[in-house]
Each structure stands twice: as structure tokens, then as C-alpha cells.
């Protein structure tokens, strides 16, 4: 279990916790945190210490002062960014006293990160719901729509997170995508498995079609028109963008997916262009009562064919 934080939620978002070095070339505590964090104003840092906003395991504020190894951790909230608010809402389908389920829009993260902290999934639940302690048990990619869980109690998280660890929780997903020239609908079901690795730093993952697999995919066909074709998707595992790469790799790339099949150049986001991937149904036993839970998107894909 990972260490109490002695400072609570501020507007939904935890404090930070920093290690310090119990020994080193540095004085105090203030001088190894000025020399770590160097893109920052060493005196608007020292200001922080004089208002006794950087604080002990205890909860007790830390001065300029205080010598190095007097606190081998420190908590402190980082300063927000400048977010303009997304116009999208999170919509709550389900709420009980172990879990949340809502359905969350395209561009939002699930998690605060980099410039999104306001701006995800996560904070404005806690906001909204004033349960500082909510936490995901899975996470959706930022551009992706859809039903996203989340746990209400540390003490019984554990249980539902075994769920998605051992593929006892069935995903379902949907997607639009251009329609290839040289479409054969006869192609229909068919699983494609590949190997999907992740490494540190880069945005893509890469895949390897020499090794073992380690992701399957269910891809059936739900309908097409003469310009788009709409599937459902059945992944067995849960790799990094797995759902993106299979469809690429079979000539559907998914439409406005600018990683895959080619990584495009950065571009603002373009609301009216979504990535058309939704996160359609969830089901799974639940792991305390036993009961049979199933889930399902009220969202649809805005370029899915028309029904007929």
C-alpha cells in the first residue's frame, strides 16, 4: 500500500509526493528540491517553504532550513496549469456505494497529466461527486468514447482491478472506419493476433509480427455503406492501442487516427473530427456479490452508418 498523503484533495487533485536524498551535496532540503526542479523560480520556491506549503510525512511544514535528511519524503501541490474547459460533460450512468460507471466523452483524459488536469475524467468525477478517494480501475486513451469504471473504496478496489488483470471482464468496443477499396466483406469475423510492445519516450507501439502474440481481437462486422464500414470489436487482451493497430493492420484504419497506420504531424484538436472508437459494453461477475454486471454506452459513433 502506498503511503498516506498528509495533505487532502485540493479541487480534486492529490498532492504531490517528492523523495529526498538523506545525504548529499546540498544543505537543506530547499536546496536539493532548487537544483531539482532548476526550470523554476528558486525564489518563488523558497516562498512555498515560507508559507509552509511543502510539508513532512507528519504534516508538518518544512522551512528553508531544514537541513537535508531531516525528511526523506515531501508532499506539496504542484501549481495548475492554465486549462481552458473542454465542452464536453462526463455522463454518470451508474453509481453505488463500490463502484461508478459513466460515459466518457472523446478528448477528455481519464487521468490528470501533463496539461489536462481539470480537464479529466477523474477530477471532475471527484468534483462532482465529492468522493476524493474515487480511483479508475482501467483507463480509456484520451481520444477514445466511452463506458470508463471507476472504484469508490480502497478497501474493496483491489477486487475489481483482479477483474481486468485476468480478462475476467468482457470489452466491447466500436469503431468506424474509411472503406477500402478492395473491400470484401466476406472477410468477417476474423481474429488477428500480433505482438504489441511499448517503449518509454515513444508515442507508438510497436508491433512485431516475427514473435509470440500477445493481443487478440474479435473483429466482426456490423455494417457498411459506400463510404464507411462499422465494426465491433472483441479484444482478448488489453495492449496499448491494440484496437487501432488490428484495424490498421487489416486495412481498416480507424477514422481521424492520426498514429495509426501513419503517425501524422501534431495538430490541435479538432473537436468536430473525434476519433471514431467507442467503448461500448462492459460485463463481468462482480467480485463481492457474485451478481452478473453488464454495462452499456449511451453514445454512438458520429460517422456509423445510418441504421437501415
Known sequence: MGMLSPLPMRD????TR???????????VASYMIERFFHLDAEGLLARFDRGEIVDRDGSALN??????????VWYYRDPPVEKRMPFEVELLHQDEELVVVDKPHFLPTTPGGRYLQNSALVRLRNLLGIPELTPIHRLDRATAGLLMFS?????????????????????????SARPVDWDPGRFPLVY???????????????????ESNSETLIELLSADDRVVHTLLRPHSGKMHQLRVHLAAVGLGILNDGFYPELLPETPDDFDRPLQLLARELRFTDPLSGEAREFTTRRRLQDAPAAP
Do not use: S
Open 152 to 176: 469508490v473504496r480502497p478497501a474493496t478496489r483491489g477486487a475489481y482491478q483482479l477483474l481486468f488483470e485476468n480478462r475476467q471482464v468482457q470489452k466491447v468496443y466500436e469503431a468506424v
Open 18 to 28: 517528492l523523495h529526498v536524498p538523506m545525504q548529499g551535496a546540498w544543505p537543506t
Open 64 to 73: 528553508r532550513d531544514t537541513p537535508l535528511g531531516d525528511a526523506e519524503f
Open 12 to 15: 480534486g487533485v492529490g498532492a
Open 193 to 211: 493476433r500480433n505482438r504489441i510492445t511499448k517503449n518509454r519516450g515513444e508515442v507508438r507501439v510497436r508491433i512485431d509480427d516475427g514473435e
